[in-house]
């Protein structure tokens, strides 16, 4: 099961969906970003990993 993140991305990026992107990630990766807001849980591939279970 991965959640959903927001995470901090490219902070110079001018589009906030590039500076602050929201991913679909597991307990694992999410330890790789800086999270600013935490989301809904999904059965969506985790975006780093590719964790499916
Ligand atoms: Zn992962």
């Known amino acids: 099961m991965?959640?959903?993140y927001?995470?901090?991305g490219d902070v110079n990026?001018?589009?906030a969906?590039?500076?602050y992107p929201k991913l679909a990630l597991c307990d694992r990766c999410v330890s790789h970003?800086?999270?600013i807001n935490e989301?809904?849980?999904t059965y969506d591939e985790c975006a780093k990993c590719g964790a499916d279970d």
Do not use: P
């Open 2 to 4: 991965r959640k959903y």
């Open 6 to 8: 927001t995470v901090e």
């Open 13 to 15: 990026a001018k589009k």
């Open 17 to 19: 969906k590039e500076a």
């Open 33 to 35: 970003y800086i999270v």
């Open 39 to 41: 989301g809904d849980r």
